[in-house]
Structures are given as structure tokens and as C-alpha cells.
């Protein structure tokens, strides 16, 4: 973990981690999913995670908003500990914006109701404030104008930051990403990637699951190579990408070369 | 640019084309769907023919030939001989003429009829208003709370200087409207916990929701009503008695309940989990997102198997009429049993089923201008 420690103090010295994993199980069935996961995220840091799929990479990052829930280990979000105890649960999931591969937008709300909807009824905001305030990170994505509509009538990319901005406007200190750009054609990838490259620019604690390598080096603090539900290596980009050390980072490195 | 080297190659008959003209007008449509070969002529002049002799011979038995009015004796008994003469010939809407105060209001106090009359008003006044979706909000449900508490007041008197009239003496169409308004009014919210129960994590609510829903579709809803209406006041502690109209409604409830339950169920079934993550994710409590998120969704889905099972639950509640209950078809039946009426059951069972089509056909159309609208979001 000494590189990883060196990394998070480079970000803020002495402020506590905003992500806390510590010795993270989980297993589906008989399937061991997660495998002693320890990860420490600083407030402000830029983590990607990638890996072959099947590697554990996306239920590690929904463990850490209990979309699943771990069996062992300890994950604490800004300083609380997830358990059963549905309040903290609640506080976490206030502080925790996540963006799905799938969108995930309420078909049946317009684009502004379905950014406003989380701060009025779980953040009690009055109504016309929680509409300024979606106005603004709708404009922020540059689709303000779309705000009357529903989502589908809007394209793949559009939808998608949409989904950003509502997850931002429960003004979240921390983003989870899941493979935002899997799900969408190539020429509306870029219309995402600048949205998120934004987002970064403004010292968002962000865990990123992709495959974007560009996005990687252009954003990442740090780059988190996972197999088999393992970490295998991490570091940051430029040492992941040019001087990989493990055998299967570089199979995996070599595959997703050859695929672009 | 690559594109458009490839435009350049693309041969010749891929260039736009004009797209196949279509015939319009009633005389096109009828050459291409009824006379396009010779077989289809024939079936069509055919089945023309039947359909015209069929609808002209009704249309001289219902009209034409029909007898409105029969005269009345010194007694007041009416005079049906020429009713009788008519027979088969022609329809005798005397019958209508001078039993339907007892089709629709039973044997409600004649003199009261007033007020059923304003109960079968007042029910149509709130499916009017409650079809309205400028009123869904908590205005509805005070709509609902005040006109059903008239309701009641109209129907038993003893108040305000109105005649008491016992549950006993109630009958016909305010019968039908209430054992399906409540109904349905009480099965609704009833169906949706028993649906949300039954995908609860929590396994005793589950095997609760589970065991009422079988149990429940596992019998006849006759078999329920009886046991409401026989077996069920063995039970009670002596000195007890709950009303049979009560009992019978509560069965209705419960049965609807269960089948209605399982409408909904089919429809959170058909939600993606994606909705249930975005909505945990946005941190929202379970009952926001089951009542922001989900359900609107949903019941949405379910609309046209909701509606299905509405209509089926109205048209059901005639099976009151075997324990006792005189519902408007038991109403309409008894008014055949008088000596000068008998055998003219045609014209009173028409009669009835237009009443019965009215509502199932209201329901009906609005359900399909609500799909209409709230799928909106779906189009592009």
C-alpha cells in the first residue's frame, strides 16, 4: 500500500480518506467476487479501476454505495462506516452521485424532474431552488435546452449527461462512475469523456470504472488494475500503462491495445 | 472524408426513390379489402346479405313493431294482451316503461325514490371528477370521503328529517355502483401493499401476501360470498350482526384484492432493477421510491390488465343476487316474476345490458385515452 499512501498525501495531506476499503469481501453464491480489497480514495482524488470484465471491478464500486452489499471487510464513506444501520446508509448515499452504463433515467419524469426529484424529497429543497439549481448543471453539460423533454427522446450521450447532472445536483462529494461509456456509440463517447474531464477539473472525488485509456491518463490521480477480484496492481497512469509489472496487467494492456 | 468516397460507389438503384403510391378513399379500401378476388366477393356479399336481414328484422322487432305503452285497468294493473299478441313480432317496451323505478331502485320505499336516483347522480358525478387528473391530489380523496359519506346519509336516512330505510330494502343500480365503487376503491390501495408484500425482503410479510393471494384465488368468489353471508355471523359473539350489504362488500374487497394484486406484481416485475438502483442511489427511502419511482411506472405498465379486471369485478357483483342481495340484474329478474310480465324477459335483459355496457364501455375508453396519455413519454 506504500505507493497508494504516497499518492493520497500528494492529494491532501492530512485530511482522512473519503473511501476507506478495508479487507473487502463478497462472494455470489459460491463465487468469490471480492477478494481482500483494501483501498484508500483522498478527498479529491481521481481513481480509475479497470480490468477484464468478470474482474469484481463494478460490484467493488457498488459495494461502496451498497447497491450490493459486502460479507466481510470494512468500507466507510467519508468517515462513516457502512453497516446495517439504515441512517448511515442514508448519509452515504446523500454524499455518494453514482452514474450507471445504462442511464438509469425515469422514463416517465422530464429531464428536469428527474434532476430535481432527489433534492426536493431527500434534500427537502423548495422546489424552485432545486429547479435553479438543475438549471445550472444541466447547463454545466450543455443541454439546458432539453429540459422540457423526456429521456427518450433524447440520444445515448444526451441521456448520459443528463444522468451526471442528476447525480450532481444532490451536490454529492463523491462520484462513482460504472462504465459510463460502455453502453453508448463511439461518436457520443467523447460528449461524456468531456463531461466527466470537467468534472474532474473541478476536485471532485471521482472512482471511475472504465476503459477508456485516453480519459485515464488525461484525469487519473491513479489507476487501479483489478483481476479476479483481486487489485492487482496500481499506481499512477503513466506507470500503469508504460511499465506494467504483473503478467496479467499486461495481457490484459496487450488485449485492450489490440481492440483499439 | 471516407464517407462520402463510399457514397460515390454505392450503385445506382440505392439513389432515393419515390415511395409507392397508396390508394385513399373509402371506394380503394373496400376493392382492396373486401372485393380484391373473387372469393372475397362472394364472402362478402355473403356475409352482406345475413348482416342486413338480420339488422333489418331487429331493427322492426325493436322499433318498428315494438309496443311502448300498454293501458292500465280501473284497478292500476296494466293490460299486456296486446303485448301478448305482439309476441315475436314485435318488442314490448312497456315492460320498461313500467317496471323500470323497480329495475334500477328495487324495492326501495316508492316515494324515496328520489334519493337513489341522486346516489346513482352523485356516484357518476365522482367518476367524472375522479377521471379528471386535475383533481389527483388530496382534493380527491376529500371529494371522495365527503360524497361517500352523503351516499350513506341518502341511502339510510334517519337524519335530517329522511325516512330511515333498512340495508334490507335497498336494491338495484345504487346496489351494483356501491358493492363496485367500494370495491374496487378498497381493493385497489389493498392490492398494491399485498403486491409490494409480496417482493418484500421480509419474509414473514412475504409469506403473508403470498398465502392471502392463493387462498384467496383458490376459491370461487361464491364460495366467499356465502361464507360471508352464512358462515361467517356464526362466528360473532351473540348480539353482534354486521350488515349483510357489509359483508358481502368486504368479500368483494378481499377477492378483488387478491386478483388485483397480482396485476400489479406482474407490472413491478416489469420494471428494470436499473430504476430500483438509481432510485437507492439518489439515496430516496424505500416508500419514495415505491411511490415516486416505481408505482408510477408500474401501474402505467398494468393499465389495459387493471381495467380488464375492473370491468370484470363490476359486472360481477351480480352475484350478490345468491345470498340475497338485490343488485340491478336480481332487480331486473324479480320484476319478471309479476304474472302480466312474465315472458318478456328479452326486452328487460336488454335493457339491462345496455346499462351494464354503458359503464364497462366508459371505463373502457377512458382507460385507453389514459394509456394514451401517459405513455406519451415513450414517443419520440
Keep these: ?98 452514474v450507471f452504463q445504462s442511464f438509469n433515467l425515469f422514463p416517465h419524469l422530464t429531464i428536469l424532474e428527474n434532476c430535481t426529484l432527489a433534492p426536493i424529497w431527500v434534500r427537502k429543497m423548495p422546489k424552485k431552488e432545486a429547479e435553479a439549481l438543475a438549471m445550472e448543471y444541466l447547463t454545466r453539460v450543455r443541454i439546458p435546452e432539453q429540459a422540457g423533454k423526456y ?43 468531456d463531461t466527466m474531464v470537467m ?46 509489472q504483473t503478467d496479467r496487467l499486461k495481457l490484459f494492456l496487450s488485449q485492450i491495445l489490440r481492440g483499439h | 472524408m471516407s464517407d462520402v468516397a463510399l457514397n460515390e460507389n454505392m450503385p445506382n438503384d440505392a439513389l432515393p426513390r419515390t415511395a409507392p403510391k397508396r390508394l385513399l378513399g373509402p371506394a380503394a379500401w373496400a376493392r382492396e379489402n373486401l372485393f380484391s378476388n373473387w372469393w372475397s366477393t362472394a364472402i362478402t356479399l355473403a356475409l352482406g346479405y345475413l348482416l342486413i336481414r338480420y339488422a333489418v328484422s331487429f331493427v322492426d322487432w325493436a322499433f318498428v313493431n315494438a309496443i311502448w305503452t300498454v293501458p292500465y285497468n280501473a284497478a292500476g294493473q296494466p293490460d299486456t294482451s296486446a303485448c301478448r299478441d305482439n309476441k315475436g313480432v314485435g318488442a314490448c317496451w312497456a315492460i320498461i316503461a313500467d317496471k323500470h323505478r323497480f329495475i334500477l331502485f328495487g324495492t326501495y320505499p316508492y316515494d324515496e325514490h328520489w334519493r337513489p336516483l341522486l346516489v346513482c347522480a352523485l356516484f357518476v358525478g365522482l367518476y ?29 336516512g334517519g337524519v335530517f328529517g329522511l325516512s330511515f330505510v333498512p340495508q334490507e330494502r335497498w336494491g338495484g343500480l345504487p346496489i351494483t355502483l356501491i358493492l363496485a365503487t367500494f370495491g374496487l376503491a378498497f381493493a385497489f390501495p389493498l392490492a398494491i401493499l399485498v403486491a409490494l408484500g409480496r417482493r418484500s425482503q421480509l ?69 428494470p432493477k436499473g430504476q430500483y438502483e438509481a432510485a437507492d442511489a439518489l439515496g430516496l427511502s424505500y416508500w419514495k421510491k415505491t ?90
Design chain 2, 291 to 380: 411511490g415516486l419511482i416505481i408505482l408510477p411506472q408500474a401501474l402505467r405498465l398494468v393499465i389495459p390488465p387493471l381495467v380488464n379486471t375492473f370491468i370484470g369485478f363490476f359486472k360481477d357483483t351480480s352475484l350478490v343476487l345468491i345470498i340475497g342481495i338485490f343488485d340491478l340484474l336480481t332487480a331486473g329478474k324479480t320484476a319478471l316474476i309479476e304474472p302480466q310480465w312474465q315472458g318478456f324477459g328479452v326486452e328487460v335483459y336488454i335493457t339491462l345490458g345496455l346499462i351494464y355496457f354503458m359503464f364497462c364501455f366508459a371505463m373502457s375508453q377512458y382507460s385507453a385515452g389514459l394509456e394514451a396519455e401517459f405513455n406519451r413519454h415513450r414517443r419520440r
Design chain 2, 203 to 271: 419474509p414473514a410479510i412475504k409469506a403473508l401476501c403470498v398465502l392471502y393471494v392463493e387462498l384467496i384465488r383458490g376459491v370461487p368468489l361464491i364460495s366467499l360470498l356465502f361464507m360471508a353471508s352464512v358462515m361467517f355471523p356464526l362466528f360473532l359473539p351473540e348480539g353482534i350482526n354486521i350488515d349483510k350489504l357489509l359483508r358481502a362488500q368486504i368479500a368483494i374487497i378481499l377477492f378483488a384484492g387478491a386478483y388485483l394484486a397480482e396485476v400489479v406484481r406482474g407490472g413491478l416485475q416489469a420494471l
Design chain 1, 1 to 98: 500500500m506504500s505507493a497508494a499512501e504516497t499518492l493520497t498525501s500528494a492529494v491532501k495531506a492530512d485530511a482522512p480518506p473519503a473511501i476507506l476499503l478495508e479487507r473487502v469481501n463478497k462472494w455470489f453464491g459460491s463465487l468469490h467476487v471480492l477478494r481482500d480489497v483494501n483501498l484508500s480514495v483522498a478527498q479529491g482524488e481521481r481513481v480509475v479501476v479497470c480490468g477484464p470484465s468478470g474482474s469484481g471491478k463494478s460490484t467493488l464500486i457498488r459495494c461502496i454505495n451498497r447497491l450490493e452489499e459486502h460479507q466481510e471487510g470494512r468500507i466507510s464513506v467519508d468517515g462513516i462506516e457502512l453497516s446495517d444501520d439504515l441512517k448511515a446508509l442514508d448519509a452515504i448515499r446523500r454524499e455518494v452521485g453514482m
Design chain 1, 151 to 193: 429521456p427518450g427522446q433524447l440520444s445515448g450521450g444526451q441521456q448520459q449527461r443528463v444522468a451526471i447532472a442528476r447525480a450532481l445536483c444532490m451536490q454529492p462529494k463523491i462520484m462513482l462512475f460504472d462504465e459510463p461509456t460502455s453502453a453508448l456509440d463511439p461518436e457520443m463517447i467523447k460528449e461524456v469523456l
Design chain 1, 199 to 244: 468534472l474532474a477539473d473541478t476536485g471532485m472525488t471521482m472512482i471511475c470504472v472504465t476503459h477508456e485509456m485516453g480519459f485515464a491518463r488525461q484525469v487519473a490521480d491513479r489507476v487501479v488494475f483489478m483481476d479476479r477480484g483481486e487489485i492487482v496492481e496500481q499506481g499512477e497512469p503513466e506507470a500503469i500503462f508504460s511499465n506494467p
Design chain 2, 128 to 156: 367524472i371528477v375522479s377521471a379528471m387528473r386535475r383533481f389527483w391530489n388530496w382534493r380527491l380523496a376529500v371529494i371522495w370521503a365527503v360524497t361517500l359519506t352523503v351516499i350513506g346519509i341518502l341511502m339510510w
